[in-house]
C-alpha cells in the first residue's frame, strides 16, 4: 500500500519561473494538506484540500501560489514567478475521512531550490 | 504568543538517560494531539498521538494536561536512534481542520 507520493523530490528553479509540485495522497485518503518548512523553521500550514475543493487556505501567500486537487490525478501547488524566499521544503500529507482528527500521513518532500 | 510552543533545545543526553520534554498549546478548544519526529529534514513521521488519561509506547510516555494546556513526552533509556527533532502538533477545533506544529525540539544522543 503506497504512501503518499511527492514528485519532484528536488526541483530547482531560477527566479521568475513556474514551480509545479505534484502530490498523491495514500490510497482511500481524500483530504490532503499541504505544509511549507524553511530553512530552520518549523512545519507552517498552508493549504487544506479535498476532491476539486479548497477548505482553508489561510495559510497560504495571496499573491503566486495556487492549489488544487482535481478530481482526477494528483493534488498541485504550483509557485508562480519563484523567488529566492520561495527556497524551501514542500510537504504534503493525507488523512482518511473516515476519523476526523486522524494524524497525517506524510510525503518526503519537495526541496525547491531558487537561484 | 505562539499557537504551539516548544523549548527548541538542543538536548544532548548520553545514551540510557532519560529525558523529557514539554510543549505548551494556546488553544484550549484543540482536540487532538500528536507527537511526531522528524529526522535531518526529512518528512515528519507520526510518534505517538497523546489521550487525556495519558500513553505509553515502549520507551515513550505522552502525557496531556488539558487544563494548563500542555503536552509532555518522556523517552526513557534513550537509543542513538532516538537523536532527532521531536514536533509537538496539536489537531484541529472548530472549522479549523488544520494540525499546527510546533517548530521541535533538537535531540542528540551521545555515545
Known amino acids: 500500500n503506497a504512501g503518499v507520493m511527492q514528485n519532484p523530490r528536488h526541483l530547482v528553479r531560477r527566479r521568475g519561473q513556474e514551480a509545479r509540485l505534484r502530490c498523491s495522497p495514500m490510497?482511500?485518503?481524500?483530504?490532503v494538506y499541504w505544509y511549507r518548512q524553511l530553512p530552520e523553521e518549523g512545519l507552517k500550514f498552508m493549504v487544506y484540500?479535498?476532491?476539486?475543493?479548497?477548505?482553508?487556505e489561510s495559510g497560504m501567500p495571496k499573491e503566486r501560489f495556487s492549489a488544487e486537487f482535481p478530481k482526477e490525478g494528483p493534488s498541485i501547488l504550483r509557485i508562480q514567478q519563484v523567488v529566492r524566499g520561495d527556497s524551501a521544503a514542500y510537504f504534503c500529507?493525507?488523512?482518511?475521512?473516515?476519523?476526523?482528527?486522524?494524524?497525517?500521513?506524510f510525503g518526503n518532500g519537495t526541496r525547491l531550490t531558487v537561484t | 504568543r505562539k499557537e504551539v510552543e516548544q523549548d527548541p533545545g538542543p538536548f544532548n543526553v548520553p545514551e540510557g538517560a532519560t529525558v523529557a520534554f514539554n510543549c505548551t498549546y494556546s488553544?484550549?478548544?484543540?482536540?487532538?494531539f500528536f507527537w511526531y519526529r522528524q529526522d535531518c529534514r526529512k518528512e515528519p513521521k507520526l510518534l505517538m498521538s497523546?489521550?487525556?488519561s495519558g500513553n505509553e509506547d515502549g520507551r515513550f510516555t505522552a502525557q496531556l494536561n488539558r487544563a494548563s494546556q500542555y503536552i509532555s513526552l518522556l523517552i526513557r533509556d534513550s537509543k542513538l536512534s532516538d537523536s532527532a527533532t521531536y514536533l509537538c502538533?496539536?489537531?484541529?477545533?472548530?472549522?479549523?481542520?488544520?494540525?499546527?506544529f510546533g517548530s521541535g525540539t533538537q535531540l542528540t544522543v551521545l555515545p
Open positions: 500529507a493525507s488523512s482518511s475521512d473516515l476519523a476526523l482528527y486522524s494524524p497525517l500521513h
Open positions: 490510497k482511500g485518503h481524500s483530504h
Open positions: 484540500l479535498q476532491k476539486e475543493n479548497i477548505i482553508d
Open positions: 488553544n484550549s478548544a484543540s482536540q487532538s
Open positions: 497523546v489521550y487525556s
Open positions: 502538533v496539536v489537531g484541529p477545533s472548530g472549522s479549523a481542520r488544520q494540525l499546527t
